[in-house]
């Protein structure tokens, strides 16, 4: 079983990697975001509680976020592995995710970082939001909030990881299927 966390400022091409990892690796993927956007979209209560923290570019309370993982990844038994995607974001989600994981018997195989400046994230998160309609993608502040919020809260689990032997960055400039290439050395050491 391979179980990957992937890691990166917002715009730094989690998603889009996410999606060529599953099919190479025959994994499910699991993106917090896009589960707190289907919420908001089917108007549930989890999805309204969400929504004004994520407007405004903040992280969404752990306990809220904790639980919805959770219950994702006991929807798929026969899953052969995950991709996390915007989890863990802040030291106590890391600690849930490790104690969650390890009553399975399912530890993380790998951390992976996709590393990009700021100002090339904003560029694309803003040509994102364009299209997406992802409207924590259309204004500057928020988006600045958002790296602060990562700056703050998920940079440090970078030696969270170290400690134990998981971290990993790459270049994540470059071109899809050459970012996908670093990411793919990195995973096929642990296969
Ligand atoms: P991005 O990586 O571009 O910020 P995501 O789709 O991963 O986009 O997340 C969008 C928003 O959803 C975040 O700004 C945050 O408000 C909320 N969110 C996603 N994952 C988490 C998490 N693990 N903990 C708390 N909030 C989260």
């Avoid at 108007?43 to 976020?65: E, H, M, N, R, Y």
Wanted: net charge negative; glycine share 8%.
């Amino acid at each position: 079983m391979i179980n990957l966390v992937l890691f990166g400022k917002p715009g730094a091409g989690k998603g889009t990697q996410a999606a060529f990892l599953k099919e190479k690796y025959n994994l499910l993927h699991i993106s917090t975001g896009d589960l707190f956007r289907f919420n908001i979209q089917h108007g549930t209560d989890l999805g309204k509680l969400a929504q004004s923290f994520i407007d405004q570019g903040d992280l969404v309370p752990d306990s809220v976020t904790i639980n919805m993982l959770e219950a994702e990844v006991d929807k798929h038994p026969e899953a052969k592995g995950f991709i996390f995607d915007g989890f863990p974001r802040t030291t106590d989600q890391a600690k849930a995710l490790d104690e969650f994981l390890g009553k399975k018997q399912m530890p993380i195989t790998a951390t992976i970082a996709l590393e990009a400046d700021d100002d090339r994230l904003v560029e694309r998160l803003l040509q994102r939001g364009q299209t997406s309609g992802r409207t924590d993608d259309q204004d500057e502040e928020k988006i600045r909030n958002r790296f602060q919020e990562y700056n703050l809260k998920t940079a440090p689990l970078r030696s969270y990881y170290e400690a134990q032997n998981k971290f990993h960055s790459i270049d994540g400039i470059g071109t899809i299927e050459e970012i996908t290439d670093r990411l793919t050395a990195v995973i096929d050491h642990f296969l």
